[in-house]
């Protein structure tokens, strides 16, 4: 089992910032590919970034890309989700999720564990 927990949300205004963390624990925390996604009300959890295990490899959706940076630190088994330039229409929960398998993934299904969110709120 690994156990992840996700901070840093909150209310911001139209083009600031927040960073996100997502701490876990549990098992070998750089054995898993990391994610983050994000679900509004009455929408599809949708994918916003991936990274491999080593931190060498991510991906973005084209609704973030060049506004948010996904990293990790293994040390301190901890991702973040860096975002700038917010808009209101970020404003989703906001999930981080481990996947077990080699290659980093943007389909929901394809993560083993899941925090429990954090409300990301952009007024305009």
């Known amino acids: 089992q690994v156990q992840l927990v996700e901070s840093g949300g909150g209310l911001v205004q139209a083009g600031g910032s927040l960073r996100l963390s997502c701490a876990a624990s549990g098992r070998t925390f750089s054995n898993y590919a990391m994610g983050w996604f994000r679900q509004a009300p009455g929408k599809e959890r949708e994918f916003v970034a991936t990274i491999s295990r080593s931190g060498g490899i991510t991906y973005y959706a084209d609704s973030v890309k060049g506004r948010f940076t996904i990293s990790r630190d293994n040390a301190k088994n901890t991702v973040y989700l860096q975002m700038n330039s917010l808009k209101p229409e970020d404003t989703a929960v906001y999930y981080c999720?481990?996947?077990?398998?080699?290659?980093?993934?943007?389909?929901?299904?394809?993560?083993?564990?899941w925090g429990q969110g954090t409300q990301v709120t952009v007024s305009s």
């Open positions: 999720a481990a996947d077990a398998g080699v290659l980093v993934s943007t389909i929901p299904d394809r993560y083993d564990y």
